[in-house]
């Protein structure tokens, strides 16, 4: 018997599987589907068997003699891949442009030589389902999806369309979640549930935990090997049918998968940045297509994409537009700091925020103050002659960090770090000075104006682990700190029922970034982090301070308004032919030697454009060094990834090809 199998490798040819004759010790024990262990080259490799045929055929009895086929070395009976994911695999490598084996490398589990036995504590497996109470418009909103449930689980029912759950901060999107997952688990089916990051999203997590206690597969980056394995097989095997995790929890499979729930649809961390860089989301939907599931993305800022598949009638949309305490969103009110500058205030707090800090505390709640900027300030200059402290390897500003140790400059993209120069490296002035405000800045402002305050900072430099971010929360929760200023980090995910104020120190971060959706991800952060306030009894307020307080993002984040945004982004969108309306495809070129790097890039454009193919570029990328390399990048604008791209990607394999790119920069 021969065995045409998929290696889990990158292949630089048109063969996607190879020939490998079974032992016959194997052959009763080898279907398609089955993982192996195969002499690949100089390697040995693990891969997937797709075919198997009978080698007295002859046209397969030619094939031995003329190769003399290799054969396979052993047998992980422990799995097999269903057939449903063999063909995503396929799709996966059409789509997203990577080869076969890269592609079907995502789905298989963890190696290991000698996995540990689960260490789990027995816990207590009952379905707690009287513990969740939906008022009346979740139940609205829950009937529907109970319907789509009711129909996947009737054979050979067509796939029932994805429901885009749209509910403001604070709606009980999650206690749907947690309805519709009793419901699947009622069927025999399994769930899959997505969020962004678990240490960012600990209450969905634990509400998931403590209503199905023991049923939960709980997957993170934080877990050794030997957790992974158990974590993997836990779910693959049915032996806990829920799995929750970020993106890669998606990738365990399972053939009686019924529910996936993505939480915080929006998220840029739902796409995978090396390759297969494909979007969870979009491999969501074809899991669900290929496995007859139902998908449920929620969100209360949908991408634009989304929104339009919604109101095109691709996707089904279901909105809450209440917060589940019968509360109103929080009050927003906009401070111009251009009139804050003309009053004679250079503090980066305005006087109206600083005076409600200042009540808020003596009321004896808590604040959260918002800045996406790391470090003290964001670029070091010289007065004299303009010189900026670049990072030797990137290319792109280093950023100024106060320490208790010392001050230093550091890049945030590859980690070097150098002392802060007391004169200019090119004139000699000692006219250095520090431009623009990271939160390093706002702590000690605030530590200044507030000095018997508690004051926290979450930022990726103080928050390195789950652990530190649990600490953080409980911290927080049980109110032993009364101002948290933070990131993005404390834009989501947590609901603390004493936070009365929330700062946004600059709304205008990211606005004017050289990216199609920089309108969309400001009124999204703006948005989230307001959600934060008045979660409780109290209806809260948010502060934005902002120079450009006629942005539309802004003003819509400030009605919390995400029909105006979309309503005037999806025009735009339109008229420039971006995303819905056309697939972004983006080619990025690296080298150590800059010619090699934009020689090798406008060979491909010249390529591209003889195939008629619509190109935006070549040129340098925003960040146009990075780790020593020089980058420079063109987009592909098209209605679909056809043979033809899918031919030129196959001769320019060595550079990075991005289907659905977040990153342009």
């Not at 319907?147 to 206690?175: A, D, M, R, W, Y």
């Not at 070091?380 to 990072?391: A, E, M, T």
């Not at 971010?469 to 990131?487: A, M, R």
């Not at 454009?605 to 935006?616: E, H, S």
Request: proline share 5%; with cysteine.
């Amino acid at each position: 018997m021969i065995a045409d199998i998929i290696p889990e490798s990158r292949t630089y040819s048109d063969i996607e599987s190879f020939s490998y004759e079974i032992p016959k010790e194997l052959e009763d024990f080898i279907f398609v589907g089955s993982l192996v262990k195969i002499p690949f080259g100089n390697r040995t490799l693990r891969g997937v068997v797709r075919q198997i045929q009978d080698s007295s055929l002859e046209v397969q009895n030619k094939t031995v003699q003329k190769y003399q086929i290799k054969s396979i070395q052993s047998i992980d009976d422990s799995f097999i891949l269903p057939k449903s994911y063999i063909e995503i695999a396929q799709w996966i490598s059409n789509y997203y442009l990577c080869s076969l084996g890269e592609a079907i490398a995502l789905f298989l589990p963890p190696e290991m030589k000698r996995p540990k036995k689960n260490s789990d504590q027995p816990m207590d497996m009952k379905n707690k389902r009287d513990e969740i109470e939906l008022n009346e418009e979740q139940k609205t909103v829950f009937n529907k999806i109970k319907t789509g449930i009711s129909q996947i689980s009737i054979n050979g029912q067509k796939c029932v369309k994805p429901f885009l759950l749209h509910g403001i901060t604070g709606s009980g999107k999650t206690e749907i979640y947690i309805k519709a997952a009793q419901e699947v688990i009622k069927l025999g089916r399994k769930v899959v549930v997505l969020v962004p990051e678990i240490i960012l999203t600990p209450q969905t997590v634990q509400r998931f935990e403590e209503i199905f206690a023991g049923q939960v597969a709980l997957m993170h980056s934080h877990l050794s090997k030997s957790e992974k394995y158990n974590c993997y097989y836990d779910f693959y095997s049915g032996k806990k049918p829920i799995i929750v995790g970020p993106r890669s929890a998606l990738l365990v499979p399972n053939e009686k998968i019924g529910l996936i729930i993505i939480d915080e649809e929006q998220e840029d961390s739902f796409k995978q940045e090396q390759k297969p860089r494909y979007h969870a989301v979009t491999l969501a939907e074809k899991i669900a297509e290929n496995n007859n599931a139902l998908l449920i993305l929620g969100t209360a800022t949908p991408r634009t994409e989304s929104f339009y598949k919604a109101k095109t009638g691709n996707y089904q949309l279901l909105e809450l537009k209440n917060r589940h305490n019968t509360n109103s969103l929080p009050a927003s009110t906009l401070i111009d700091l251009r009139n804050e500058i003309k009053l004679g205030n250079f503090s980066p707090l305005s006087e109206l925020l600083q005076g409600k800090i200042g009540e808020i505390l003596k009321r004896k709640k808590q604040i959260l103050l918002f800045l996406n900027r790391r470090g003290t300030a964001t670029f070091v200059s010289c007065r004299d002659c303009g010189f900026i402290c670049l990072c030797p390897n990137c290319s792109i500003p280093l950023v100024y960090y106060v320490s208790q140790k010392n001050d230093y400059l550091t890049c945030h993209h590859c980690d070097h770090r150098e002392v802060v120069p007391l004169v200019c490296p090119d004139c000699s002035s000692h006219k250095i000075k520090f431009f623009g405000i990271g939160i390093d800045k706002i702590v000690s402002e605030v530590e200044k104006l507030f000095p018997l305050a508690r004051i926290s900072k979450v930022d990726s430099t103080t928050i390195t682990s789950k652990k530190d971010y649990d600490e953080f929360y409980q911290k927080f929760k049980n109110h032993e700190v009364d101002i948290v200023i933070g990131t993005q980090m404390i834009a989501k995910g947590f609901d603390i029922p004493n936070v009365d104020l929330v700062g946004i120190i600059s709304a205008d971060t990211g606005l004017n970034m050289p990216h199609y959706k920089a309108n969309e991800k400001t009124f999204q952060i703006l948005t989230q982090v307001s959600g934060r306030s008045g979660r409780a009894t109290n209806r809260g307020e948010t502060i934005l301070q902002t120079y450009w307080p006629d942005a539309l993002p802004i003003q819509s984040a400030l009605n919390h308004d995400v029909s105006q945004f979309y309503n005037h982004e999806i025009v735009e969108r339109q008229k420039l032919n971006y995303p819905p309306f056309c697939k972004i495809i983006r080619i990025v070129s690296e080298h150590i030697d800059q010619k090699k790097a934009s020689i090798e890039i406008d060979k491909l454009a010249t390529t591209l454009r003889k195939n008629n193919i619509n190109i935006i570029g070549p040129g340098a990328c925003f960040y146009q060094r990075l780790h020593g390399r020089y980058r420079f990048h063109l987009m592909i604008k098209c209605d679909s990834i056809d043979e033809k791209i899918i031919e030129i990607w196959k001769n320019f394999p060595n550079l990075f090809w991005d289907v659905d790119p977040v990153n342009l920069l």
